[in-house]
């Protein structure tokens, strides 16, 4: 399988590549030059397990690029680090299912793919004899993902940069109790986006990123999105078997249309998925643009569910392609619009969806709170307010012929103050949690400027 820029700039290249690509070198997002149809194997997928079920899907998109023995190693510890050997159990609940996907390190479905990436990335650089520093930003939950993906790896070093005492309690100790001397915590005196303006001015710093050999592992890197394309395939059959019926709804809560946009291509390959139903919180952007076919900026608000408190979706790009009728000229100029105007049309044509493939709606603060509490007042199940904002909007807008899988993106345990202030019951608590109260720390405070950054980086490495 040869991989290509959605902007058409970059000649094809081989999937290693793509993986140390990153963000295409056209500005553009990676993807596959084709989206395997998988239908004829379906029947013999239905009942593997998740590692077995990983390598088929992911040996499709990776070719002779990596061998049968190398990747079936590389997924098989990947998912050893999960403390249910299921990876992403299916428990029915209340008229519908959910898909339990943080049962990883950081209890956050991210590590499905970046326990993934870590190792991918240190057996490409083991077998290209070369190194590589991570560098990245986060404003909580990818930071700790990343990191929990990266630590103790061979040839690779991570710095993440947080806000200082602007990220929760306990984002921040997930972060800063990992010991392994690969890894950077810097602490940042100021906000979380000083953190990403320092990251971009570093990366464009050319001399500086080529001798340190700098990458990142944000939602683009097309690994990512290969590695959650298989839980689509695995839940739709959990659920298929469990129900009898043919297919499923699968909805899914949306921040960078990462997550989703994986949905997307595990339906186009012939997953048994009948719509999609994306779920935003009040930074709505992405369900505008499936009620109306206009994608538009605007300011973000801060929610109960800060993972999802994103404006522009990283991973818009991608799905346009595709929209576009994988015209690279056409999205190469809608992509330059938005950047100028901050507003897109989509017109598909009179009174019809935008996408007979997506359906989409949104959730307020008040309606997650309200869908906290009246889960665990019906079921006694206790809900994370990412996957509660899902599981609100597939309840108003989700067809009923069907049965709806939820995506379950976060364990409760992490948003504990949110949960106790819908229920008033405190959250159900998770030993990974509780036991970071009592490990020791690292971290390096530095004031929010791109020179110290830099120099930090220089002592660390030693060159
Ligand atoms: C990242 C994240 C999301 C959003 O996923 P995208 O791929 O950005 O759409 C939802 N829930 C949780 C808990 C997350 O960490």
Request: hydrophobic residues 40%; contains cysteine.
């Amino acid at each position: 399988m040869k991989y290509m820029s959605t902007r058409g700039g970059i000649e094809p290249i081989p999937f290693s590549d793509a993986v140390m690509m990153g963000l295409a070198t056209d500005g553009g997002l990676i993807l596959p030059a084709e989206i395997p149809d998988v239908t004829r194997h379906i029947d013999a997928w239905k009942r593997m397990d998740y590692p077995d079920l990983a390598f088929e899907v992911m040996s499709r998109y990776i070719g002779n690029d990596i061998s049968k023995s190398e990747l079936r190693a590389i997924i098989d510890e990947s998912y050893s680090t999960f403390s249910d050997k299921r990876v992403a159990p299916v428990i029915p609940l209340d008229g519908y299912y959910l898909m339990e996907l943080f049962h990883g390190p950081t209890l956050a479905f991210k590590d499905i793919a970046l326990q993934f990436l870590g190792n991918l990335f240190a057996h490409i650089l083991d077998h290209r004899q070369e190194n590589l520093n991570i560098l990245g930003a986060t404003s909580g939950d990818t930071g700790s993902a990343a990191i929990a993906g990266i630590r103790g790896k061979k040839r690779i070093n991570i710095f993440i940069l947080h806000p200082h005492r602007r990220v929760s309690p306990i984002q921040e100790r997930q972060m800063t109790t990992v010991l392994d001397d690969n890894v950077f915590n810097i602490a940042i005196d100021g906000s979380f986006d000083d953190g990403q303006r320092i990251i971009k001015e570093l990366f464009n710093d050319i001399g500086f990123k080529s001798k340190y050999r700098l990458g990142a592992v944000n939602s683009v890197n097309w690994a990512r999105i290969l590695a959650q394309i298989v839980y689509y395939f695995y839940g739709a059959f959990r659920v298929l078997a469990k129900t009898g019926k043919k297919r499923v709804n699968i909805c899914v809560p949306s921040g960078n249309f990462g997550n989703i946009f994986a949905g997307y291509l595990a339906r186009k390959m012939g997953a048994p998925i009948e719509t999609l139903i994306l779920a935003t919180n009040e930074n709505d952007i992405l369900s505008r643009f499936f009620q109306t076919g206009v994608y538009g900026k605007d300011t973000v608000r801060e929610t109960y569910s800060p993972s999802m408190d994103i404006q522009i979706a990283s991973n818009f790009e991608r799905y346009l392609f595709y929209y576009l009728g994988e015209d690279c000229e056409r999205l190469r100029s809608t992509m330059i619009e938005f950047e100028k105007t901050g507003v897109i049309t989509m017109k598909p044509g009179e009174s019809a969806p935008v996408d007979t493939a997506i359906v989409a709606g949104s959730g307020s603060n008040a309606v997650t709170l309200e869908t906290i509490k009246s889960c665990y007042d019906k079921s006694g199940y206790t809900l994370d307010p990412h996957t509660a904002v899902g599981v609100a909007v597939a309840k108003k807008i989700g067809a009923k012929e069907l049965p709806t899988l939820c995506l379950a993106t976060a364990h409760p345990a992490k948003f504990a103050d949110t949960v106790k202030l819908a229920s008033g019951f405190e959250a159900p608590s998770h030993e990974m949690i509780a036991g970071l109260e009592h490990l020791p720390t690292r971290c390096t405070l530095l004031p929010a400027n791109t020179a110290e950054v830099r120099s930090f980086i220089r002592s660390q490495l030693g060159i």
